[in-house]
Antibody, heavy 127, light 108 residues
Framework: EVRIEQSGAEAKKPGESLKISCKGS????????VAWVRQVPGKGLEWMGM????????KYSPSFQGHVTFSADKSTNTAHLQWTSLKASDSATYYC????????????????????WGNGTAVTVSS | SSELTQDPAVSVALGATVTITCQGD??????ASWYQQRPGQAPKMVMF???MRPSGIPRRFSGSRSGNVASLTITGAQAEDEADYYC???????????FGPGTKLTVL
């Protein structure tokens, strides 16, 4: 079965650190990017960025740069999202998704898509 | 600008056809992908590379593109199609992507 397993819900206090995980099962993250997506309750999806698992090369949305860190372990087919100091505004559900790429045959552009999604990790930050 | 715009809400009669659109500058050079999110569930990809349907997505879903507008069409909408739909696009050279604000589809 092809699926992505995400770690369980977390309840933290402001200022605490947190690392959540995203593990591929029946699929490989090798040669793929893994994207992270935030969804605040009742709101839309926000693309946080992505990490190329083979090289642990990360690309961050400006909205999240400097506040979160992506990491990956190719040997365990796992990606991680980490905070060193949580804020109440970080309360949300965080999804990871494998990001596949189609290389254009007629231009220098590439086309990304998120083809397999995890079920999300709910993070609650409250004092 | 990397922003995408979508109609906040659209409704369609059961069995009728509906088109959800997504507009943005990035769509001039990028192919949008589309995601369906039912209440309480994770998003699911329903279209990519303009008009490619992932395995398992019904044929009533189709995609198209014209200039800076991407469209997702459901021909013969079913009750289970009621969901939020998000487009996703960006710039592959800068690796910066965004989601549209989402369209809430109601099937009447």
């Amino acid at each position: 079965e092809v699926r992505i397993e995400q770690s369980g819900a977390e309840a933290k206090k402001p200022g605490e650190s947190l690392k959540i995980s995203c593990k591929g099962s029946g699929i490989t993250f090798s040669t793929y990017w893994v994207a992270w997506v935030r969804q605040v309750p009742g709101k839309g999806l926000e693309w946080m960025g992505m990490i190329f698992v083979d090289y642990s090369e990360s690309k961050y949305s400006p909205s999240f740069q400097g506040h979160v860190t992506f990491s990956a372990d190719k040997s365990t087919n796992t990606a991680h999202l980490q905070w060193t100091s949580l804020k109440a505004s970080d309360s949300a559900t965080y999804y990871c998704a494998r990001s596949a790429v189609t290389e254009s045959s007629t231009s220098s552009y590439s086309y990304y898509r998120m083809d397999v999604w995890g079920n999300g990790t709910a993070v609650t930050v409250s004092s | 600008s990397s922003e995408l715009t979508q109609d906040p809400a659209v409704s369609v009669a059961l069995g009728a056809t509906v088109t959800i659109t997504c507009q943005g500058d990035s769509l001039n050079n990028d192919y949008a992908s589309w995601y369906q999110q039912r209440p309480g569930q994770a998003p699911k990809m329903v279209m990519f590379d303009v008009d490619m349907r992932p395995s398992g997505i019904p044929r009533r879903f189709s995609g198209s593109r014209s200039g800076n507008v991407a469209s997702l069409t459901i021909t013969g909408a079913q009750a289970e199609d009621e969901a939020d739909y998000y487009c996703h696009s960006g710039d592959s050279k800068s690796y910066q992507y965004v989601f549209g604000p989402g369209t809430k589809l109601t099937v009447l």
